[in-house]
C-alpha cells in the first residue's frame, strides 16, 4: 500500500467541520501537508520501510468521529488506541478482522453496537471499557486469542452470560486479566475459568451473576491474586479453596447472597489487609478479626460489607447474608408491602377499584392480598395487572407468604433468590419479562411448586428457561405440563408462548395445530416445493443428467428432536436445561495457531496502556478507591430465618440447600 493510499484512509477519521478544526491543530493530517505521513502526530510507521503505518496514537486527543471502515485497509496496523476522545457509533467489521492487530484501546468513548470477535491472532490487549456497547459476549470470542494478556470491557451494557468452552475465554490461554465488571451480565461464573494458568487478576463485580462458586475456578496452582465477585447475587457459602490461592491479596466477595461463615484459612493478614491500615488504634493484632476484612459476619452490616460490622439488634430481621451494607433492617409488612408497590411502579397499574397506599387501607384490605386470622399476609395475587419495574428482594420478609402470583404483567430484570426463605407454596411469574436463570437455591427450595415431592428439583418447575415455553410458563410436578424448546426463541425467563402466528396452545402446553397464518405458511411453502419439483425434472430431461439425491440430507425435523425437558437436580444433578445458553455447546477454536510476530519496537504501542500489574494493585485498594466500592443506599437485601438454619462453611458446602 503506497503513502498516498494510507493517507487517504488515516484522513477518513476527519470528519465534518469538528474534525477540520481537529486536523487543523495537529502536525500533517492534511491532504496537502508537505509533512511526511511518518510524522504525522499520533502516526506511527514501520521502523524497516518507513512507509506502513503500524500504529494510529490518538488518545485524549478532543477527537470527535466514528471508526472508519476504511481503516480495515491498513493491514499493517498493529495499534489503534483512541482512549477518551468522543468516538461514537459501532466498530467496524473491517477493523474487528485485521490481521496484525496487537493492541486496541477504545475505551472511554461513546462507542455503541455489539462486542465484535477480533480476528488477530497476534492481539494481546483489548481495552473498550467505558462505552455503551451492548448485547452478548459472542461464544467464539476467544477463538484467536491464545496470546491475549488483558481483555477489559467493564463499564458498558452487555448483557447474556459468561461463554464457556475452548473457543471462549479458555481460548486466551495465556490470559492476564479479565474484566467484566460493571455489565449487566447474568447466569453462573464459569468453571472453566481456572484452566487459564497464567491469570492473575479477575474482575467479574458488579453483575446479575448467579449460583456457587465452582470449585474448577480455584485450582491449586492458580496464580490468581485479585478476584473480584463483590455486587452480583451469588449464593452457597464461600468455598475453602480460596485458600488454596498463595498469591491471593485482594478477595471481595460483599454485596451477594453468601451463607454460614468466612473458612478461617482464608481470614489472612496479608488478604485484604488494607482494610486494618489506620485501625492500630481501634484494635490491637491480637483482636483483629481478619475474616470481617473479607465479609461482615451474618446478622451484621456495615458501610461497604466489610469491617468494620455492627450487629443487628434482637429488633432487626435476621440477616442471613454475608457481607451486607447499609442498615439493620426493621420493616413491617405494609412497610414490605409499599417497597413492593413502589419497586413495581404501583400508580400505573390496570387495577379496578384499586386502593394501595389509600389512607385509612389496611393491609390486609389491599386488593390482590390475602392474611391469616392473625393479619399476616399470605397470598399476593397481582396477575395481569400491568406490574412493571422489578420484584424488590424484600419481598422475602414476607414470613408467612405462601402464594405469589405476578403472571401476565411487565415485570423486568431478575427472579430474587431471596425468595427461598419464605415458605412458599405457589410462585407465578410466567409471562414477563424477565431475564437471567432461576437461582439455583431457589431451584431447591422443596414444595414450591411441587419441587421435590417426587424425589426431583427442577428450575423449569420455577420457570420455564430463556429459549423455552409453556402454557404455564413453568413446568409441572407431573407431566401435564413441560417447557417446550422454542423454534423463534424467546428471549425472557418464564415465557408462555413461542411464537404465536403458527401454533395455537392447548390448555396443557402443547402444540394442537396451526393458525391461520401457519397454513397460509404452509400452503406457500408447499406451492413453491411443487413448482421447485417441475422445474428440477424438467432440467433433469432436458440435460440428461442423472442426479442422485442423497436421502442422508433429507431427514425431517420432528417435535421430538426439540422437545428437551428442563432442568433435573435430582441425585445432585444440577444441570441446567440444554436449552440454557449457559450450556449451549462448545465451539473449537479453528484461528491461527502460529504464534504472534512481534517486533522490536512493540511496546512502543502500548505508551497508553490504562493500567500494569502494579497499577492495577494499587487500584484494588478500597481505602484508596471508595467510591467504586460503596453500595447504592439499598435497603439490607436481610430475610428472617428462624426456621431455616444457618449454615456453617467450616467444613465446605458447595450448595447450602434450605432445611425445611
Known sequence: MSSLDQKQIILTIVQGADGKEWAAEKNGWSRDSTVPL????????????????EAVELAQSDLSATIPEEYGQLTGLRGLMLRQNMIFGTIPNSVANLPNLEVIDLSLNKISGSLPVFKSTKLRTVLLFGNLLSGPIAPNVGEYGKNMIEYDIRENELTGTIPMGAAAFEGMENLNTLTLSQNNFSGFIPGSL?????MEFLYLDKNNLVGPVPRDLLPSDSKLSEVWLHQNALSGTV????????FLIDLYIDGNKFTGTIPKDICKDEVNKDFFEGADDLVSLEDRDYCQSIACPVNTVSEEGVYPCEE???????????GQSGQCVDLSEKDILEIFFQATNGE?????????MRDGVEDCDFIGITCDSFGQVTEIVLSNADLSGTIPPEIAFLEHL????????KITGFLPSDLRFTPLDVLNIGGNKMRGIVPPKLCLDEGVNGNGKDGQYRCDRIACPVGMYSSTGRSSAGSEISCQNCYDEVQFLGSKYCDERFYLQSPSGKKTGLGLSGKMAITISTISLIVAIGVFIVMRRTRKERMVMDESEQVPMTDEM??????????????PPPADPLYAGTFPGTGDDSAGHSLPHAEELITKKEKSKKDKKKKSSKKKDKSSRKSHAKKLEAVNSEDKKEQNSANEVWLDVPKI
Open 239 to 246: 468455598p475453602s479453596a480460596f485458600s488454596n490461592l498463595v
Open 312 to 322: 443487628c439488634g434482637a429488633s432487626s430481621f435476621y440477616n442471613p447474608y454475608l
Open 402 to 409: 405462601h402464594i405469589l402470583d405476578l403472571s401476565d404483567n
Open 562 to 575: 426439540f422437545n428437551l425437558e428442563g432442568s433435573s437436580f435430582s441425585e445432585g444433578n444440577n444441570m
Open 194 to 198: 481456572g484452566k487459564l494458568k497464567e
Open 38 to 53: 511518518c510524522d504525522w502526530e499520533g502516526i506511527m510507521c514501520n521502523p524497516v520501510d518507513k512507509a506502513t503505518v
Open 348 to 356: 400505573t397499574w390496570s387495577i379496578d377499584g384499586m386502593n394501595w
